[in-house]
Structures are given as C-alpha cells and as structure tokens.
T-cell receptor, first 110, second 111 residues
Framework: NAGVTQTPKFQVLKTGQSMTLQCAQD?????MYWYRQDPGMGLRLIYYSASEGTTDKGEVPNGYNVSRLNKREFSLRLESAAPSQTSVYFC?????????FGQGTRLTVV | GQSLEQPSEVTAVEGAIVQINCTYQTSGFYGLSWYQQHDGGAPTFLSYNALDGLEETGRFSSFLSRSDSYGYLLLQELQMKDSASYFC????????????FGQGTTLQVKP
C-alpha cells in the first residue's frame, strides 16, 4: 500500500520556469491538500480539495494553481516560478480526522 | 480566519512526561489533530480529537476542551527518538474541509 506518492522528490528551477508537482493517493480519501513548509516554520496551506471536482484556496494560494484530476490525483502547478517559492512542498490526503502525507518535494528556484 | 498557538520549544529529560499545549481560534470547528515531524521527514499523524476529553494511544495522549478552544498532547516515558517537531492542526470547515496547522513545537529530549 503506497499511501501518498509525490513526484518529483527534488527539483531546481530557474526564475520564470513552470512546473507541475504530482500527487496521488491510493486510500480512497475524499480530501487532498497541498502545503509548503519553509525552514523552521509550520505547514502553510496552499490549496485543498474536499472532493473530486472541487478545489479551494488556502492560506497562501498566490502564484499557484491546482487540479483535482480524479479522486486519486491532485496536482500543484507553478506557472512562473519565483525565488520566494523555494520551499518543501507536501501533499496530504485525509478521510476525516487524520491526514496522511507524502514524502515531500524539495524545490529550489534560482 | 483560523489561528493556532503552541510553544516554539520544549525541553525534557528521557523518561519524563511532557505536555505541549495548543490554543486555537476558528470560525468553525470539526476536530484537532496532532502530528510529529523529524528533521528532513514528512509529518506523521499521532492523534485526533473531535469531542471533549482524552484520547490515548500508547505513550501519547491528546486532550481537547472545545469550550476553552484548547488542547494538548501528552508524551509519557520520553525517549530520545521523541525529539522532533510537533504540530497541532484544526479542521475548520466541515469534516473534509480546510486543515490548518500551528507553527510547531520543537521538543528536545535530553539524556
């Protein structure tokens, strides 16, 4: 049982480049989330999806877009990367109370 | 909006008991959960409270008082491997909705 799988694990982008972070879960959870975590900081919610076909903004949505492709997959897109988006990105899924996280994507924008 | 407050750092000795507090402000409330994160790793789920009272899972317990907008995580028989960051998180918009995290508490366990 893979749980929550994120790809890629590491990425370096140049300012202005675009990329999509992929996330898939095999636990049949309705809710999925994207967070960013900066050094020594907590997890800040970027976007979330309460169910297939719906997405909502979180605390820090600017500069990002998301797509809930189906119940399993929830992708995060950076259209024009900026150095301020250098961070570790975590995807999570949740049935109700608890959330399960992927291993994270370490993104550096130079 | 939602906000959560927890202490930034806690230090304790091996074998002791430590309590990490979390106070929250939210327009709606559907549950408080706790997560552990080791350096360089992903957060892992520890405990969840939807109703008032104590939930016990092995060495870890979590308490919730909805009237006080307050909860805590209790770690007993501390081990060196418990050194990590601990986050509380509140679900504030339905059972499948927004999940907001606190800033985290770094626990250092000393021999």
């Amino acid at each position: 049982n893979a749980g929550v799988t994120q790809t890629p694990k590491f990425q370096v982008l140049k300012t202005g480049q675009s990329m999509t972070l992929q996330c898939a879960q095999d636990m049949n959870h309705n809710s999925m989330y994207w967070y960013r975590q900066d050094p020594g900081m907590g997890l800040r919610l970027i976007y979330y999806s309460a169910s297939e076909g719906t997405t909502d903004k979180g605390e820090v949505p600017n500069g990002y877009n998301v797509s809930r492709l189906n119940k399993r997959e929830f992708s995060l897109r950076l259209e024009s990367a900026a150095p301020s988006q250098t961070s570790v990105y975590f995807c999570a899924s949740s049935p109700l109370g608890e959330a399960f996280f992927g291993q994270g994507t370490r993104l550096t924008v130079v | 909006g939602q906000s959560l407050e927890q202490p930034s750092e806690v230090t304790a000795v091996e074998g002791a008991i430590v309590q990490i507090n979390c106070t929250y402000q939210t327009s709606g409330f559907y549950g408080l959960s706790w997560y552990q994160q080791h350096d360089g790793g992903a957060p892992t789920f520890l405990s969840y409270n939807a109703l008032d009272g104590l939930e016990e899972t092995g060495r870890f317990s979590s308490f919730l008082s909805r009237s006080d907008s307050y909860g805590y995580l209790l770690l007993q028989e501390l081990q060196m491997k418990d050194s990590a960051s601990y986050f509380c998180a509140v679900r504030s918009s339905g059972n499948t909705g927004k999940l907001i995290f606190g800033q985290g508490t770094t626990l250092q366990v000393k021999p």
